[in-house]
């Protein structure tokens, strides 16, 4: 069975494609202020957020403990690319301490970006 290769199009939407494109085609700066690289960061880092809760929420049913998600909280966040909004998961315990960026930092600085 051959395995197919994802085009980026079906990752991004199209008109983050289209904008991502024409900004390159701009050859305005790659990452700063209103960059849709920017977009693309934020939309990753809150995706890896929501992996970790899930993964944590997991961990926490196989060992029994009674726990659920209490939304999120909304913050800004420093990268090379410009500033962010990150929205990290909660629970209701508040035993939840995301890897990615922690709960009181406001710079993501893990080379990630």
């Not at 494609?17 to 305005?28: C, E, F, G, Q, T």
């Not at 202020?33 to 960061?41: I, K, R």
Request: cysteine-free.
């Amino acid at each position: 069975m051959k395995k197919e290769k994802k085009n980026e199009k079906e990752i991004l939407s199209q008109e983050l494609y289209d904008r991502l494109k024409d900004h390159l085609y701009s050859k305005r700066p790659v990452l700063g202020e209103d960059s849709p690289f920017s977009e693309l960061l934020q939309s990753m880092v809150n995706e890896v957020l929501e992996g970790e809760m899930s993964s944590f929420m997991n961990e926490e049913r196989a060992s029994s403990r009674k726990n659920k998600r209490n939304g999120k909280t909304l913050k800004k966040v420093r990268t090379n690319s410009g500033d962010i909004y990150v929205e990290t998961p909660r629970d209701r315990n508040g035993d939840f301490e995301p890897e990615l960026i922690g709960k009181r930092e406001r710079e993501l600085s893990s080379g990630l970006d």
